[in-house]
């Protein structure tokens, strides 16, 4: 009488999941994926030397991303989450042939993924900032996965300095949104989702949802890739920390720690000290 075979035990991997952006504004994505995977560890590192980068041509933010991938790759990670939409947009090709076998997640295509699940109407308006809309991101993540999907994108750059500012939900705020939004939606074949596409815009989010007409869906950029990257360990694509393992956050930075832990703990809803990021030299 043969045993059935019993199924080979899960592998776990204890290293941190790496995660870069030109700044501060990722750290929403972080916050994200320590909500949506409590048990694991993470390294986030800010590029604060030479954000923003927006402003940067594409082959020096491909230059840079890859520069800040190859830095979190020799400390030890275990997967790649690009939380600035340009660098994702620029060079996330780059990114996922240079590391062969490593999960690399950008943040464009899971927030498109979820802007067609949520739009009824087939409408769907990108709020993001000049670099962002200019480069097309976020249009051609859309018309790849859904040809009859009308984008309407706006830049949104005034958002970018009052999120940082710790002004996202203020009468300030309110009246910027109130600019930016007041040209779509007096009609009503108005888009029925706003997708966020910058990784500050999370900040501004309730501000936001007081002006959208109601039944208008918001998408966070943010939180859909913290979703993709869980999927990712529930599939078994991406190894999952051991139940014991002690979770951890390290945080590195190119320049400035006295202004990331400021600015950084309005994103991440939790104090930093300036003695908690670590400088690094990545080129």
């Known amino acids: 009488m043969s045993r059935s075979?019993?199924?080979?035990?899960?592998?776990?991997?204890?290293?941190?999941?790496?995660?870069?952006?030109s700044g501060v504004g990722g750290l929403t994505v972080l916050r994200a994926l320590e909500s949506a995977l409590p048990g694991e560890s993470?390294?986030?590192?800010?590029?604060?030397?030479?954000?923003?980068y927006g402003t940067k041509s594409p082959a020096s933010v491909v230059r840079y991303a890859t520069q800040c991938a190859r830095l979190l790759v020799r400390s030890g990670v275990k997967a790649?989450?690009?939380?600035?939409?340009?660098?994702?947009?620029?060079?996330?090709?780059?990114?996922?042939?240079?590391?062969?076998?490593?999960?690399v997640v950008g943040v464009v295509?899971?927030?498109?993924?979820a802007a067609l699940a949520a739009t009824r109407n087939r409408r769907v308006l990108v709020l993001a900032t000049e670099g962002t809309i200019r480069a097309g991101a976020y249009q051609s993540a859309l018309a790849r996965l859904a040809a009859d999907v009308a984008v309407?994108?706006?830049g949104c750059s005034v958002f970018v300095a009052l999120a940082e500012e710790g002004w996202g939900d203020s009468?300030?705020?309110?009246?910027?949104?109130?600019?930016?939004l007041g040209a779509i939606y007096p009609h009503p074949s108005a888009p029925d989702t706003v997708l966020l596409g910058c990784t500050h815009f999370p900040v501004l989010a309730p501000t936001l949802a007081r002006l959208l007409p109601a039944g208008v869906a918001?998408?966070?950029?943010?939180?859909?890739?913290?979703?993709?990257?869980?999927?990712?360990?529930a599939a078994g694509d991406l190894a999952p920390a051991g139940a014991g393992a002690e979770r951890a956050t390290r945080f590195l930075a190119t320049d400035g720690p006295e202004r990331f832990a400021r600015v950084g703990s309005q994103f991440l809803a939790r104090p930093l000290g300036a003695a908690d990021i670590e400088i690094v030299d990545v080129a």
Do not use: K, Q
Request: proline share 10%; aromatic share 4%; with cysteine.
């Open 152 to 154: 309407t994108p706006i």
């Open 171 to 180: 009468d300030v705020a309110e009246h910027a949104a109130r600019r930016y």
């Open 218 to 233: 918001l998408v966070d950029s943010a939180a859909t890739t913290a979703a993709a990257v869980a999927e990712l360990v």
């Open 5 to 21: 075979a019993e199924p080979a035990p899960r592998l776990v991997d204890d290293r941190p999941i790496g995660v870069f952006d």
């Open 42 to 52: 993470f390294l986030y590192l800010g590029d604060t030397a030479r954000l923003p």
């Open 109 to 113: 295509e899971p927030g498109a993924r």
């Open 80 to 103: 790649l989450v690009i939380a600035c939409n340009t660098a994702a947009s620029a060079a996330l090709p780059e990114l996922v042939a240079a590391h062969p076998g490593m999960p």
